[in-house]
């Protein structure tokens, strides 16, 4: 931390780890002060810690007992007015900084410590799975709080895909969270300002604004499975191709179309069979394949398209 005598800045450092559970996307959840579900969460001491992604690991596996794999640094969040669920008291005026980091993992390990968990990302966003109905009540809200200003309008239409005239870009994931916090259709949105929410509303709140860092994580993770191979660090190292397709819906939110998405599959020479067959998909069994991993020669290895139903 660093600081002057009245004013000062504290560095945190949050981690958004991901994997894929009981075909869900799954986040590792801890509990904060207010009851609400946190990110793994902690201070970066620069007297004590050589790199923030050392501290991170240390921190999270003291927090929740999971020891990270592969990180990757996802974005700095330091809006005024921020606060972390377990900020340290001082004097002066503090501005809280956090450092978010993206880790994947093809294993939802249980037994964690300090009632941490894993937790259904969709729970935090129902709206982003839309292999279920829309929600006619979002819908209304938002054509409500619009009023009839044509910019709201075309926002939220766009953003939501309210109208047949727009499409639904399931990488807008951080832009359909901030629109629904400026419309108070958050429960964060109604207690930052001091007040109840006079309605119920959808999705499970966060502790601060980690709901926030979540959004950007997911946003990103579902930009990266189209051009990196990123689903294959949430599945584990055997699985049959309806488990993979199983697992990219589960990011993406979407129903995807099983042909078209084998074929993108075949295409990328991302995997290939075993020989081995599995027989846990309660009907015949099905062929067990594995990542091959990147091109010896060129290094490549692409991502996978995801051919919706609808």
């Known amino acids: 931390m660093t600081q002057d005598a009245q004013d000062g800045v504290r560095i945190g450092l949050s981690a958004v780890v991901m994997t894929l559970k009981a075909h869900q996307a799954v986040v590792l959840t801890t509990p904060s002060d207010d009851g609400a579900r946190a990110l793994p ?117 766009s953003l939501f895909a309210l109208t047949p005239g727009h499409r639904w870009n399931e990488e807008r994931v951080l832009e359909r969270y901030e629109l629904l916090y400026e419309a108070r259709l958050v429960s964060e949105s109604w207690r930052d300002a001091g007040q109840p929410a006079p309605f119920a509303i959808p999705g499970r709140p966060m502790a601060s604004d980690h709901r926030r860092i979540l959004a950007t994580a997911l946003g990103r993770l579902r930009i990266k499975l189209k051009y990196r191979p990123v689903l294959f660090d949430l599945t584990p190292g055997l699985f049959t191709l309806s488990q993979l397709q199983a697992g990219a819906e589960a990011v993406s939110g979407l129903g995807l179309h099983k042909q078209n998405f084998r074929r993108g599959v075949e295409r990328t020479g991302l995997v290939e069979p075993t020989g081995q067959m599995s027989s846990t998909t309660g009907g015949r069994p099905a062929e067990l394949f594995r990542f091959k991993g990147v091109d010896d020669q060129t290094g490549a290895a692409p991502g996978l398209s995801l051919p919706a139903q609808r």
């Open 41 to 157: 969460f902690g201070p970066f001491d620069p007297a004590r810690d050589r790199t923030f992604e050392r501290a991170l690991r240390d921190f999270v596996t003291a927090q929740t007992g999971f020891r990270l794999g592969f990180v990757e640094q996802l974005y700095t969040f330091g809006d005024a007015g921020r606060a972390s669920p377990r900020a340290t008291p001082g004097p002066g005026r503090h501005r809280e900084v956090s450092v978010g980091y993206l880790a994947l993992t093809p294993d939802a390990v249980e037994g964690q410590v300090h009632d941490a968990r894993w937790d259904a990302v969709f729970d935090y966003f129902p709206w982003e799975d839309r292999r279920r109905p829309a929600d006619p009540v979002l819908g209304q809200r938002l054509t409500d709080w619009a009023n009839g200003d044509e910019a709201r309008l075309t926002r939220a239409g």
